[in-house]
């Protein structure tokens, strides 16, 4: 059974203090490991699809990384605009996703 | 590109009516379209998978008859809730897979049932 786990669960961070997420992942087959981006209220939207280990993926303040085990979102520099709930999620070939619970990040100004 | 929309946003019904929630994929064709609910503060649950043109494939525990999902064109899904209660409230989210692997999905339709 696929598995996917996300920490912290909550992250406070001040404006410009650069952090990361993590996202740790057990698959049979790893088909793509995705990163959503959810606000309060509103359905998750798309950031990024990562396929092998090595690979990353860059979208202004943030970059998503991937290992045979995890994955990382490095966000730079945040802005108060990026406090949301970030999603990560594996599709492991049954064309379902999987997801984790998700890490809360507050950005204060 | 990759646009999913939910009709409608939120919607209130009384006990033991039927609800039915509209998911379009705007941009492109979507062959596979999925059905999540999320609780307050929980990650996304897997309802079902709709496939064009044939039944849904219902996840353990979700009741299908309860649940009913069509999957008429490449662009449009739709979830019935029938016989709503308020066990049922919940924030209901479609999406819809470009390609073979990528999810895209929609606003979210927030049910209350009194």
């Known amino acids: 059974e696929d598995q996917v786990t996300q920490s912290p669960e909550a992250l406070r961070l001040q404006e410009g203090e650069s952090s990361s997420l993590n996202c740790s992942y057990t698959v049979s087959g790893l088909r793509g490991l995705f990163w959503y981006r959810q606000d309060p209220g509103k359905g998750p939207e798309f950031l990024f699809t990562l396929y092998s280990a090595g690979e990353e993926k860059e979208k202004e303040r943030l970059k998503a990384t991937l290992t045979k085990k995890e994955s990382f979102l490095h966000i730079t520099a945040p802005k108060p605009e990026d406090s949301a709930t970030y999603l990560c999620?594996?599709?492991?070939?049954?064309?379902?996703?999987?997801f984790g619970k998700g890490t809360m990040l507050l950005v204060s100004p | 590109g990759a646009v999913v929309s939910q009709h409608p946003s939120r919607v209130i019904c009384k006990s033991g009516t039927s609800v039915k929630i509209e998911c379009r994929s705007l941009?492109?064709?979507?062959?596979?379209m999925f059905w999540y609910r999320q609780f307050p503060k929980q990650s996304l649950m897997l309802m079902a998978t709709s496939n064009e043109g044939s039944k849904a494939t219902y996840e353990q525990g979700v009741e299908k008859d309860k649940f009913l999902i069509n999957h008429a064109s490449l662009t449009l899904s739709t979830l019935t809730v029938t016989s709503a209660h308020p066990e049922d409230s919940s924030f209901y989210i479609c999406?819809?897979?470009?390609?073979?692997?990528?999810?895209?999905f929609g606003p979210g339709t927030r049910l209350t049932v009194l």
């Open positions: 999406s819809a897979r470009r390609g073979s692997d990528e999810q895209f």
């Open positions: 999620a594996v599709n492991s070939g049954y064309s379902t996703l999987t």
């Open positions: 941009d492109f064709q979507a062959t596979t």
